[in-house]
């Protein structure tokens, strides 16, 4: 079985003043080996902590690169900066870490007029968001299947 784990960044709506992109990025990796990459994380987060003397509890790249949140008043140099992200990095390029990204333009949405857009604009556009990701996140699984030969519950059939 697989575990995916989404974050967005931006929003849905499409009020003045909202973002003009929705993004939802995950992480997609088998179940048995989701426990060794969750404290592979933990043990990175703590070994940024110790080494800048930070207090961290989520790592955010704008964060990071904006030296706000955790890193506000920290004056990291961009040696530093660069580290810290080349650190995080390194775990999502392990072999058995999938990277689902979908970025969404709200503009392209309302040019391609669909249906629901003129009356329930934010609803509309997070339901064609999130069939679009999860379809991402289906061709990743119809792509294991088709590597390994069977699905991973065939037993279980």
Known sequence: MELLFVDESGDN???AGSTP???LGGVSLRSDRWKEFFWRIVAAKEQISR??????????ASDLFTHRGPFF?????LEDTMWIYDRLVDELCDPA???LVGVYSKSEFRQQRHPLSEKHPARAFTGQVWRDYLGKLEDR?????EETGYPE????L
């Open 73 to 77: 008043n920290t004056r990291l140099s």
């Open 21 to 23: 992109l929705f993004i």
């Open 97 to 99: 870490v999938t990277v």
């Open 51 to 60: 080494r800048f003397g930070l207090v961290i509890h989520e790592i955010k």
């Open 141 to 145: 699984l119809f792509q294991i299947t």
């Open 13 to 15: 709506g499409f009020a």
């Open 153 to 156: 519950n065939a037993e279980e």
